[in-house]
């Protein structure tokens, strides 16, 4: 490892960025909670519907965020209290009997529904303060988990959801999975158990033999952060959260250049892993009227031998961890840090001081695809699993309980993917026909065959219960999809397009990089994005900043008519891109619309 930074580094870093105004309330209130415990641990015996603003804070590590239904709000009444309890399942993983556990938790403490997330986890929803412990404890014995999937630190790792024995995709599950292990911090681990299980150690993660011999190394070099109990992270954490990504060449399943760190894993063809190719400072969070924040790609850093690779990751980390912006939690991702000061000087310092190794030039990688696996696709010769299309990931009513029913009686595990649809595995071939039939009485008797524009589409939750929605997502979202299906009907489309929608700018369903992205400006009004491309492969540019939601047909009409009338196999959102700014401009202010 290199050695140029002392153990005291991060205590430098942050020193200098709080030269002038001292650390913030937020980096005091990490550094004070004993490694993620106080005062949430004091507050979960208290018998208040809700916890205070800093238990909050630190509730997020432990995957939880206090919300209120906001449907219910009453001036001069008590808000309608409760939590959302997000799950840690690298690669989207769920085994039959933690998901049966999830299941019977949501009827019982929740508000009876899951929902699959855009990063391939479930969330339940509804469940009261006094209820948290019981639920994240019921989670932990079933051999889940919900710590980090929430907060300043590496969030759920993706990769690509579908069980293919072949073409690389075992190895690269089993790189998020350790990924998950390595970047798992070890002291705030202890204080998660102490909270939800009573301190009982047997539920510890497990790193195997290889990723312990990497950890390991964060007690080294620019790598550790000085402090002992919490090596790579540190007792303050990371700047904003973090979220990596693995796949295999050609698979674009996870949105890839979205990540903070995306890797693109190359396999002999024997299967056994090469090394990556190695993306870094991606990410969607913006704000209205600060464009100072702003939606990124990721850039390329290079390529990586798979020995090396693990140890590159969370050398990353500690850069970010040292260099990010904890003044200014809006500039706080690394996606700004490689912005301002470039990928060339990131990778320079990356190599000078916390990474050894070489870092060479990229791999050439076929097109990539926005993969869903929806359908029946054999596993191996005596295995299927059967994708299925899950609108906006939410499972409730006959469809929860009969999905419920056959994971219980054919013990499937269950897999969720990015796009939030849902892969029941491990079904054998005289299972086949009955698990076919009981789906077809669930309404999902062609999953390869969702509508045309239904297939990628995904929405953020946003009302009633995310306190940072402007306006509606979810709720709506279907009905969005139907009119512009209807209208596509009208116009002879039938291609299909990628839209996304979301009820603030935080870009949780990554609108910006869909071909038609819907981002909530206020009250039933929507920013409107163009132009990004189907495989993800670009950014979409904001064309209209408050376009009335029962405008969006007439909106959209003249650029669709011209798109169509370009002919060709070219997408909407090249087509975008290649008329230009100001022609697409042109057309959209035929209907009346202004930017």
């Not at 990540?259 to 190719?277: A, Y």
């Not at 609108?391 to 969720?416: A, F, I, M, N």
Request: include cysteine; charged fraction near 20%; aromatic fraction near 6%.
């Amino acid at each position: 490892m290199g050695t140029g930074h002392t153990s005291t580094t991060i205590g430098q870093r942050q020193a200098d960025q709080g030269a002038a105004s001292g650390p913030t309330k937020f980096e005091q209130l990490k550094a004070s909670s004993g490694h993620l415990k106080e005062p949430l641990l004091s507050e979960l015996a208290n018998g208040n519907p809700n916890f205070t603003e800093g238990a909050v804070q630190i509730l997020k590590f432990h995957g939880s965020y206090q919300q209120d239904n906001r449907d219910n709000r009453r001036k001069g009444e008590e808000k309608d209290w409760q939590m959302m309890l997000r799950l840690r399942s690298p690669g989207g993983r769920i085994p039959a009997p933690l998901y049966l556990a999830i299941d019977e938790l949501a009827n019982r403490l929740g508000n009876g529904t899951m929902r699959a997330t855009t990063r391939q986890a479930f969330q339940i929803h509804g469940i009261a303060k006094a209820d948290l412990k019981e639920v994240i404890g019921t989670i932990v014995r079933n051999l889940g988990s919900t710590l980090a999937a929430c907060g300043d630190i590496n969030r759920n790792v993706m990769a690509p959801a579908a069980p293919f024995e072949g073409n690389g995709y075992p190895a690269a599950r089993d790189l998020a999975d350790q990924i998950a292990d390595l970047l798992t911090p070890q002291a705030a681990e202890g204080s998660y158990l102490d909270l939800w299980v009573d301190g009982e150690l047997s539920y510890r993660i497990k790193p195997s033999a290889s990723v312990q011999k990497v950890k390991e190394r964060q007690q080294e070099g620019g790598v550790f952060s000085g402090d002992r109990e919490e090596p790579l992270y540190g007792n303050t954490y990371l700047p904003r959260k973090f979220k990596v990504a693995v796949t295999v060449p050609g698979d674009n399943a996870v949105d890839l250049l979205t990540q903070d760190i995306g890797l693109v894993l190359f396999c002999d063809p024997q299967g056994r892993p090469m090394g990556c190719n190695v993306y870094v400072g991606g990410g969607m969070g913006r704000t209205h009227n600060k464009e100072e924040t702003f939606a990124r790609t990721a850039d390329p850093l290079g390529y990586v031998a798979y020995g090396h690779v693990l140890d590159l990751v969370q050398a990353i980390l500690a850069l970010q961890r040292d260099f990010g912006d904890r003044q200014q939690r809006r500039h706080a991702r690394m996606k700004y840090l490689i912005h301002d000061r470039g990928v060339a000087w990131f990778k320079a310092e990356l190599q000078a001081n916390y990474f050894a190794h070489p870092i060479k030039g990229l791999r050439q990688e076929p097109k990539a695809k926005l993969e869903d696996y929806l359908g029946w696709h054999r596993q191996n010769q005596k295995l299927w699993f059967v994708g299925l299309p899950v609108l906006c990931g939410r499972l409730s009513g006959e469809l929860k309980s009969g999905l419920r029913h056959l994971v219980d009686t054919y013990k499937l595990e269950v897999r969720l993917t990015p796009n939030q649809d849902l892969l029941l595995c491990n079904i054998g071939t005289a299972q086949r026909a009955t698990i076919r039939e009981a789906l077809g009485r669930l309404g999902l008797a062609t999953p390869e065959a969702p509508s045309l524009l239904t297939r990628h589409a995904i929405a953020c939750p946003a009302l009633p219960l995310c306190g940072l929605a402007v306006t509606e997502a979810e709720r709506i979202f279907p009905d969005v999809l139907e009119r512009l299906e209807n209208q596509f009907q009208q116009l002879g489309i039938t291609k299909p397009v990628l839209v996304r929608m979301t009820g603030c700018p935080n870009g949780c369903a990554r609108p910006y990089m869909a071909e038609i992205g819907l981002v909530g400006s206020g009250v039933d009004q929507y920013q409107l994005w163009l132009g990004g491309t189907p495989e993800l492969s670009q950014l979409a540019e904001t064309y209209l900043e408050k376009m009335p939601l029962a405008d969006l047909e007439s909106t959209l009409e003249p650029l669709l008519k011209a798109w169509h009338a370009a002919g060709g196999r070219r997408s909407l959102g090249d087509f975008v891109a290649k008329t230009g700014r100001p022609a697409v401009e042109a057309l959209l202010a035929q209907s009346g619309a202004r930017p």
